[in-house]
């Protein structure tokens, strides 16, 4: 570039483009051609009358060896668990318009719907019965159910009140009552539920299905898949 002229304080300076030395992305650390090059140094300015004992390098060689295995299986297993993430993202993203059994025995549903749940009990039961129950608790519909072994037993409520007339559109429960051991108890109801969306990233990272109704759970937490 030309110099400034004009007679200025600045006369015979001239402007020179300042070079950015660009990081090689070591950002300082050690690598392992450093490490030997500092080695040789040592060997090559080491004291002929007390040379470094052949133990002593050893142990240096193998703890960096030991340092650089360690760093490099933590890239490993970051690359790992990227992958598992975008399997992962892939999986729930196939489950958008199926239904998921979850461990919860509320539920939203549309009117003329059907609602699949399933009853959980670890001892067998008599007396059993289903009750429907809407927002405000009250039984708008009595499945009896009779006697049960222990085990798992699925359902479908088809939707109709005692009354034979459609549910209106809202939230429900179901809510399962039978005698065990003689005693009166709850026994554990489970409900598929429709998946309408994923979130990929929810709280914590965790990949996360938007259900019917308005709740959400983590993706962890689905207990089976049903085709419908």
């Given at each position: 570039?030309?110099?400034?002229?004009?007679?200025?304080?600045?006369?015979?300076?001239?402007w020179q483009k300042e070079e950015v030395k660009v990081s090689d992305g070591n950002q300082g650390m050690l690598t392992q051609e450093d490490f030997f090059a500092l080695l040789t140094q040592e060997l090559a300015h080491q004291d002929p009358t007390n040379p470094?004992?052949?133990?002593?390098?050893?142990?240096?060689?193998?703890?960096f060896s030991t340092t650089d295995g360690v760093?490099?299986?933590?890239?490993?297993?970051?690359?790992?668990?990227?992958?598992?993430?975008?399997?992962?993202?892939?999986?729930?993203?196939?489950?958008?318009?199926?239904?998921?059994l979850v461990d919860d025995n509320v539920f939203g549903m549309s009117t003329g719907e059907e609602v699949k749940g399933k009853l959980v009990t670890d001892q067998p039961a008599s007396n059993v019965n289903i009750y429907v129950e809407n927002a405000a608790g009250e039984i708008i519909q009595t499945v009896p159910v009779g006697n049960v072994e222990?085990?798992?037993?699925?359902f479908t409520w088809n939707g109709m009140t005692s009354a034979g007339e459609p549910a209106a559109e809202g939230a429900y429960r179901f809510r399962i009552a039978?005698?065990?051991?003689?005693?009166?108890?709850?026994i554990q109801a489970?409900?598929?539920?429709?998946?309408?969306?994923?979130?990929?990233?929810?709280a914590?990272?965790?990949?996360v299905l938007n259900l019917n109704g308005g709740s959400s759970m983590a993706l962890i937490d689905?207990?089976?898949?049903?085709?419908?």
């Open positions: 570039m030309e110099s400034v002229t004009g007679g200025s304080p600045l006369e015979g300076m001239r470094t004992d052949n133990n002593e390098m050893i142990s240096q060689m193998t703890a760093s490099q299986l933590n890239e490993q297993f970051t690359n790992f668990a990227t992958s598992m993430s975008s399997s992962q993202a892939l999986q729930a993203s196939s489950l958008v318009g199926r239904s998921v222990s085990g798992e037993f699925g039978g005698l065990v051991d003689g005693q009166a108890s709850e489970m409900t598929y539920r429709k998946v309408d969306s994923v979130t990929l990233a929810g914590g990272g965790n990949i689905v207990v089976e898949v049903s085709e419908s």
